[in-house]
């Protein structure tokens, strides 16, 4: 069984930081896809960024210049670097793992909370 696991979201004030890290359990070479996806109460599901396996990004562009997509192959890990925060990102934050064979895997969701 495929197994996604994130971490590093919490409250952080207005104009601070937060990182989000996922690893998932499939092998580097079998993934083409990592992302992120956030759900606001309320709001539908919207993607933020995404990393392709030839490191090709794509933003949202409410976080364009303020968030940042990176991986770590060798970790099958995907991290999403969150700076000068604002209330708009108060979300639950979602990763998305999408393979070359078309399977679809999602964190379980991680709270970012931005307030002062």
């Known amino acids: 069984q495929v197994q996604v696991v994130e971490s590093g979201g919490g409250l952080v004030q207005p104009g601070g930081s937060l990182r989000l890290s996922c690893t998932s359990s499939?092998?580097?070479?079998?993934?083409?896809?990592m992302g992120w996806y956030r759900q606001a109460p309320g709001k539908q599901r919207e993607l933020v960024a995404s990393?392709?396996?030839?490191?090709?990004?794509n933003y949202a562009d409410s976080v364009k210049g303020r968030f940042t997509i990176s991986k770590d192959n060798a970790k099958n890990t995907v991290y999403l670097q969150m700076n000068n925060l604002n209330a708009e990102d108060t979300a639950v934050y979602y990763c998305?793992?999408?393979?070359?064979?078309?399977?679809?895997?999602w964190g379980q969701g991680t709270q970012v909370t931005v307030s002062s």
């Open positions: 998305l793992i999408t393979s070359y064979r078309g399977d679809i895997d």
């Open positions: 990393i392709t396996s030839g490191a090709s990004t």
């Open positions: 499939r092998s580097s070479s079998s993934i083409y896809v």
